[in-house]
């Protein structure tokens, strides 16, 4: 148990439906993101909010939108997926200001199948 | 974007050293991490060390940093079955990049065998 939980933890959609995944943090943390690992490429940064804020978009196509509503939750809903965008979406969590290093946790992740 | 290259799989015996390497292309790194994923799981991180530190040894993992010629090693000592997973390396670039902005290689799949 890292303390960051991710829910759905399985997902199958269909390229028309709307989905969304979430997020929480019991950490305290002050920061949070959305990772994106897919097979055989490195992880991929998607979004990163900071005390609330977006800071970060990582130029993701506009069919993932994501919401921080306070800094213990994260949302990032799907509408009209493609099939490439199957994938385990992470979410992830750190506290800002610990001397440099930057210590990221991360939930198990949701995997993603787009049919 | 920067590149973090790692060899995709590596088996050992159980008992003995497992060593994973790791190369890197940004030469403004201040920090690299080793962070394991173990089947339906998320990231952990295991260990980082400081750019200007050539060596940091934590129990059973030690991580060797030659900056010059950006290669960084993971060796874990008297591997158990239970360290089967897969590795990631990560590398932080100059301070003030982007929070959360770490570079990933793909990771090495470590398999044990008892």
């Known amino acids: 148990e890292t303390g960051v939980t991710q829910t759905p933890r399985h997902l199958v959609m269909g390229m028309t439906n709307k989905k969304s995944l979430k997020c929480e943090q019991h950490?305290?943390?002050?920061?949070m993101y959305w990772y994106k690992q897919s097979a055989k490429k490195p992880l991929e940064l998607m979004f990163v909010?900071?005390?609330?804020?977006?800071?970060e978009n990582n130029s993701v196509p506009s069919r993932f939108s994501p919401e921080c509503p306070n800094s213990s939750h994260l949302f990032l809903h799907l509408h009209t997926l493609q099939p490439e965008d199957s994938a385990l979406y992470l979410c992830?969590?750190?506290?800002?200001?610990?001397?440099?290093?930057?210590?990221?946790?991360f939930g198990s992740g949701t995997q993603l199948s787009v049919l | 974007g920067e590149d973090v290259e790692q060899s995709l799989f590596l088996s050992v015996r159980e008992g003995d050293s497992s060593v994973i390497n790791c190369t890197y292309t940004?030469?403004?790194?201040?920090?690299l991490y080793w962070y394991k994923q173990e089947p339906g799981a998320g990231l952990q991180l295991l260990t980082y060390?400081?750019?200007?530190?050539d060596m940091k040894q934590d129990q059973r993992l030690t991580v060797l940093l030659n900056k010059k010629d950006k290669h960084l090693s993971l060796r874990i000592a008297d591997t158990q079955t239970g360290d089967s997973a897969i590795y990631f390396c990560?590398?932080?670039?100059?301070?003030?990049?982007?929070?959360?902005?770490?570079?990933f290689g793909r990771g090495t799949q470590l398999t044990v065998w008892p």
């Open positions: 990560a590398e932080k670039g100059a301070e003030g990049s982007t929070l959360g902005r770490l570079y």
């Open positions: 992830a969590s750190s506290q800002e200001g610990t001397g440099g290093v930057e210590k990221l946790f």
């Open positions: 950490l305290g943390h002050n920061a």
């Open positions: 060390i400081f750019s200007n530190m």
């Open positions: 909010y900071n005390f609330k804020e977006q800071t």
């Open positions: 940004d030469s403004s790194s201040t920090y």
